[in-house]
């Protein structure tokens, strides 16, 4: 009997107007599923770390991730769907199963993708199959979710660096139920409430503060784990929320007090994670003064980790006219001129539109003249605690082009820009940079905090901004904070 273990991740944000499509996941089924994770710092790398000391034999089902966009289209979705049933069902069945996801994941016709295949797999496995599930503390938690699973365990940081940890205590939960040595008893709230990314780090404010609290309660043994998920805000759908999730080793009402304290302090500190923006013009003019670099300026309405296209030229037409005083670094994504550089070739120089192609309602493109500097086939491999670490990420196509001081890192599909090893495989190293623009609300602070002289985030139109109200919704339950703000609500 062996323990199967499976990975299926993307947080989605249904305003982007780019889908997401099956081939952005690229899936890999048995051996190579263990193979990308097998020593690596990801939740499936803990599963495995945790199932090999413990001589447990391990059953890989597939492992898929996803850089965030808009909702899965239908026919990638049933595609993804089905092969994880056919991959779980292929297997000799399984003493549990070990599933990894980002739990706010949706597709066409499907707000709830977690929910979903949570719920495929306890009709494959049937009721007494152990399922434990980690998700990011990003996660929209679920009645489906909570119904499927055993136990859910989500991240303890943001920026997120304990995907390892909470792999590897999910793996050990799973492995002691197996024991007879854990009975898991879950319980939750639902928070009427969504919070900006930009103020929830983990290190400091509101956020740091409940974390603190789970913390002390695990480690007095009340609790196997208690996860704070302050909702990825940018899904317009109808089970939309924050939510506290306790796990106890058998106690249910203990696991209810546990998540009605925390969800109420969640609540009642709704106030403090007010983000800080600063107008692009200024930072700017702020990252110039200042007497070294680098200045990190975050563009997170334009997040490619919170599901935006990474096209925004919000700061971008700004930079290109500032009167820099060393080099400045950006990446954009922008397919088109990818080909155009391309076709010109190293040390041609080039005059251009750049961004502004996907998210038309907020950026327009902007025309530069720059010298192609290099071209490359876009792989690059995250080094820092994260995402991905270690393992090999692809924008496509991507080119380089210099134009004056500002270094545009221009590629032909999105990708994670929290890690400066992003910059550094394209031959730009953010440590001698003036300026350096990330698309990401806190996630680049793990890796850039060491090396930035200052970092600020800026205020840009785009689909993952931190002014809620900019945002068209339709779908969202009301009342919720702080949308209606005069909202009274009791844990
Ligand atoms: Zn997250």
């Given at each position: 009997?062996?323990?199967?273990?499976?990975?299926?991740?993307?947080?989605?944000?249904?305003?982007?107007?780019?889908?997401?499509?099956?081939?952005?996941?690229?899936?890999?089924?048995?051996?190579?599923?263990?193979?990308?994770?097998?020593?690596?710092?990801?939740?499936?790398?803990?599963?495995?770390?945790?199932?090999?000391?413990?001589?447990?034999?391990?059953?890989?089902?597939?492992?898929?991730?996803?850089?965030?966009?808009?909702?899965?289209?239908?026919?990638?979705?049933?595609?993804?769907?089905?092969?994880?049933?056919?991959?779980?069902?292929?297997?000799?069945?399984?003493?549990?199963?070990?599933?990894?996801?980002?739990?706010?994941?949706?597709?066409?016709?499907?707000?709830?993708?977690?929910?979903?295949?949570?719920?495929?797999?306890?009709?494959?496995?049937?009721?007494?199959?152990?399922?434990?599930?980690?998700?990011?503390?990003?996660?929209?938690?679920?009645?489906?979710?909570?119904?499927?699973?055993?136990?859910?365990?989500?991240?303890?940081?943001?920026?997120?660096?304990?995907?390892?940890?909470?792999?590897?205590?999910?793996?050990?939960?799973?492995?002691?139920?197996?024991?007879?040595?854990?009975?898991?008893a879950m319980r939750w709230r639902k928070v009427p409430l969504i919070v900006p990314a930009?103020?929830?780090?983990?290190?400091?404010?509101?956020?740091?503060?409940?974390?603190?609290?789970?913390?002390?309660?695990?480690?007095?043994?009340?609790?196997?784990?208690?996860?704070?998920?302050?909702?990825?805000?940018?899904?317009?759908?109808?089970?939309?929320?924050?939510?506290?999730?306790?796990?106890?080793?058998?106690?249910?009402?203990?696991?209810?007090?546990?998540?009605?304290?925390?969800?109420?302090?969640?609540?009642?500190?709704r106030r403090d994670f007010d983000a800080d923006l600063v107008p692009v013009q200024d930072?700017?003019?702020?990252?110039?003064?200042?007497?070294?670099?680098?200045?990190?300026?975050?563009?997170?309405?334009?997040?490619?980790?919170?599901?935006?296209?990474?096209?925004?030229?919000?700061?971008?037409?700004?930079?290109?006219?500032?009167?820099?005083?060393?080099?400045?670094?950006?990446?954009?994504?922008?397919?088109?001129?990818?080909?155009?550089?391309?076709?010109?070739?190293?040390?041609?120089?080039?005059?251009?539109?750049?961004?502004?192609?996907?998210?038309?309602?907020?950026?327009?493109?902007?025309?530069?003249?720059?010298?192609?500097?290099?071209?490359?086939?876009?792989?690059?491999?995250?080094?820092?605690?994260?995402?991905?670490?270690?393992?090999?990420?692809?924008?496509?196509?991507?080119?380089?082009?210099?134009?004056?001081?500002?270094?545009?890192?221009?590629?032909?599909?999105?990708?994670?820009?929290?890690?400066?090893?992003?910059?550094?495989?394209?031959?730009?190293?953010?440590?001698?940079?003036?300026?350096?623009?990330?698309?990401?609300?806190?996630?680049?602070?793990?890796?850039?905090?060491?090396?930035?002289?200052?970092?600020?985030?800026?205020?840009?139109?785009?689909?993952?901004?931190?002014?809620?109200?900019?945002?068209?919704?339709?779908?969202?339950?009301?009342?919720?904070?702080?949308?209606?703000?005069?909202?009274?609500?009791?844990?």
């Open positions: 009997m062996a323990i199967a273990i499976a990975s299926i991740m993307q947080e989605s944000n249904t305003f982007s107007p780019v889908k997401t499509r099956y081939d952005d996941f690229d899936p890999v089924f048995g051996q190579a599923a263990l193979d990308r994770h097998a020593g690596k710092l990801t939740e499936m790398g803990g599963f495995i770390d945790v199932l090999r000391r413990r001589k447990r034999e391990i059953a890989p089902v597939c492992a898929a991730w996803a850089i965030t966009a808009g909702r899965l289209v239908r026919p990638d979705f049933e595609r993804l769907s089905r092969e994880f049933g056919d991959a779980l069902s292929s297997i000799p069945k399984p003493e549990a199963l070990l599933l990894a996801m980002h739990g706010a994941q949706t597709a066409e016709g499907e707000d709830d993708v977690e929910g979903h295949t949570i719920g495929l797999a306890r009709r494959l496995l049937g009721p007494l199959v152990p399922i434990v599930v980690t998700l990011d503390l990003h996660a929209n938690v679920t009645a489906a979710m909570v119904e499927g699973a055993d136990a859910i365990l989500g991240y303890h940081t943001y920026p997120h660096v304990d995907m390892f940890e909470v792999g590897s205590k999910a793996a050990s939960i799973a492995a002691r139920m197996l024991d007879g040595k854990c009975k898991p930009e103020n929830a780090s983990t290190s400091k404010g509101p956020m740091a503060r409940l974390v603190r609290r789970a913390g002390e309660i695990e480690a007095r043994g009340q609790a196997e784990w208690i996860s704070v998920f302050t909702v990825q805000p940018w899904m317009d759908i109808h089970e939309m929320g924050g939510a506290v999730v306790a796990v106890t080793d058998g106690d249910a009402s203990a696991a209810d007090r546990h998540a009605r304290a925390l969800a109420q302090k969640l609540w009642d500190t930072a700017i003019r702020e990252a110039i003064a200042a007497k070294e670099g680098p200045v990190v300026l975050a563009e997170s309405s334009d997040s490619t980790g919170s599901g935006s296209p990474g096209d925004s030229t919000g700061v971008l037409k700004y930079l290109v006219k500032a009167p820099l005083d060393g080099a400045a670094a950006i990446f954009v994504v922008d397919p088109e001129a990818v080909e155009t550089l391309r076709a010109a070739g190293v040390g041609a120089t080039v005059t251009l539109p750049v961004g502004g192609k996907f998210d038309l309602k907020n950026s327009k493109p902007v025309r530069v003249t720059g010298r192609v500097r290099m071209l490359s086939d876009g792989r690059w491999t995250p080094r820092a605690r994260g995402y991905n670490p270690g393992i090999e990420q692809s924008m496509g196509a991507s080119a380089v082009l210099e134009c004056g001081r500002v270094l545009i890192l221009i590629g032909a599909k999105s990708t994670m820009t929290v890690d400066p090893a992003l910059f550094r495989c394209h031959g730009i190293d953010p440590l001698y940079c003036k300026i350096v623009v990330v698309k990401s609300p806190l996630g680049f602070r793990a890796a850039y905090e060491p090396i930035a002289k200052r970092m600020m985030v800026v205020d840009t139109p785009g689909v993952s901004t931190a002014n809620f109200a900019r945002m068209p919704w339709k779908r969202l339950s009301r009342p919720i904070y702080p949308l209606d703000a005069g909202l009274e609500w009791k844990a």
